[in-house]
């Protein structure tokens, strides 16, 4: 092999090892259902339990987010679960570090088949439980097969860059907590977004960080992951910002903007390839 040839051959190596890191993919197992906030219909929580293995499996609502020292079963996230059914309830909170690594605290999650984060703010979840004992168990639930789920912040913290994580403001897209759990890899992931005329905030992200997929979900809808795909479901819309556009009458008479200022809508039934980057027809 002469130099050239080895140049032109080291050059494809990165060119696809690049591609595979820019590349949004889901968990390899388990499922999410990630929830754009507001009201959760019964389409969503049956479908959570469901997934977790009907009602009698084992939920643990995590509420953290909320920025309250001590919550009790009237918390929203868990009335949610327990008028839908679910006989197998944990509620599991601290804003301590060392308490998320201690196993006597996460007891609960070890054999969890569900976990549910509920609203406020998501850097609240990074600052209480990534990097501890907790943030693997979650892990492990995945590999189980389990379901993790959450609503408004519980659904931001899913994606692996963390929209609107500024501790001072939520309207800061950028700030300084810039990473989430990342069930869903190379995402930034978007809540409230037609009922708060948040359509247009996530263009912010998807510029300073063009190798990301840009997801919208409004309030009362959701996207399940499995893999590497989605399905919509619920009242309203998921917005993609993947730099294209898509529509049930087609495009080629549309005059439609710069693809850098582009997104479109899905709606419940609506399936979409987050590897590939397009909708499933």
Do not use: C
């Given at each position: 092999?002469?130099?050239?040839?080895?140049?032109?051959?080291?050059?494809?190596?990165?060119?696809?090892?690049?591609?595979?890191?820019?590349?949004?993919?889901?968990?390899?197992?388990?499922?999410?259902?990630?929830?754009?906030?507001?009201?959760?219909?019964?389409?969503?929580?049956?479908?959570?339990?469901?997934?977790?293995?009907?009602?009698?499996?084992?939920?643990?609502?995590?509420?953290?987010?909320?920025?309250?020292?001590?919550?009790?079963?009237?918390?929203?996230?868990?009335?949610?679960?327990?008028?839908?059914?679910?006989?197998?309830?944990?509620?599991?909170?601290?804003?301590?570090?060392?308490?998320?690594?201690?196993?006597?605290?996460?007891?609960?999650?070890?054999?969890?088949?569900g976990?549910?984060?509920?609203?406020?703010?998501?850097?609240?979840?990074v600052?209480?439980?990534?990097?501890?004992?907790?943030?693997?168990?979650?892990?492990?639930?995945?590999?189980?097969?389990?379901?993790?789920?959450?609503?408004?912040?519980?659904?931001?913290?899913?994606?692996?860059?963390?929209?609107?994580?500024?501790?001072?403001?939520?309207?800061?897209?950028?700030?300084?907590?810039?990473?989430?759990?990342?069930f869903?890899?190379?995402?930034a992931?978007?809540?409230?977004?037609?009922?708060?005329?948040r359509?247009?905030?996530?263009?912010?992200i998807?510029?300073?960080?063009?190798?990301?997929?840009?997801?919208?979900?409004?309030?009362?809808?959701?996207?399940?992951?499995?893999?590497?795909?989605?399905?919509?479901?619920?009242?309203?819309?998921?917005?993609?910002?993947?730099?294209t556009?898509?529509?049930?009458?087609?495009?080629?008479?549309?005059?439609?903007?710069?693809?850098?200022?582009s997104?479109?809508?899905?709606?419940?039934?609506?399936?979409?390839?987050?590897?590939?980057?397009?909708?499933?027809?």
């Amino acid at each position: 092999m002469n130099r050239f040839t080895k140049t032109v051959f080291l050059l494809l190596i990165l060119l696809v090892q690049e591609k595979a890191i820019s590349q949004t993919s889901g968990p390899e197992k388990g499922t999410l259902v990630i929830v754009g906030g507001g009201k959760v219909g019964p389409e969503i929580t049956d479908k959570f339990i469901e997934l977790a293995g009907g009602k009698d499996a084992k939920i643990v609502v995590i509420p953290t987010a909320a920025g309250r020292k001590k919550y009790d079963e009237s918390n929203n996230s868990y009335q949610l679960f327990q008028k839908a059914g679910a006989t197998n309830i944990t509620l599991l909170h601290t804003d301590d570090p060392e308490e998320a690594s201690d196993k006597e605290f996460t007891k609960p999650l070890e054999d969890a088949d569900g976990i549910w984060f509920g609203g406020g703010r998501q850097w609240r979840l990074v600052d209480s439980y990534a990097g501890t004992l907790a943030e693997e168990l979650f892990w492990k639930v995945l590999d189980r097969g389990g379901v993790i789920g959450g609503s408004s912040a519980g659904a931001t913290i899913q994606g692996s860059y963390l929209a609107r994580g500024d501790t001072k403001n939520n309207q800061i897209m950028i700030g300084d907590h810039e990473e989430g759990f990342g069930f869903v890899k190379n995402i930034a992931i978007d809540q409230h977004v037609l009922a708060r005329n948040r359509q247009f905030d996530l263009f912010e992200i998807i510029k300073a960080k063009p190798e990301l997929l840009g997801i919208g979900i409004d309030e009362s809808t959701a996207i399940v992951v499995s893999k590497d795909e989605f399905e919509v479901i619920g009242e309203s819309y998921v917005l993609i910002y993947d730099n294209t556009f898509w529509s049930r009458e087609g495009s080629d008479l549309k005059k439609l903007p710069a693809k850098e200022s582009s997104f479109y809508m899905l709606r419940s039934g609506d399936r979409y390839d987050m590897k590939e980057r397009k909708v499933i027809e």
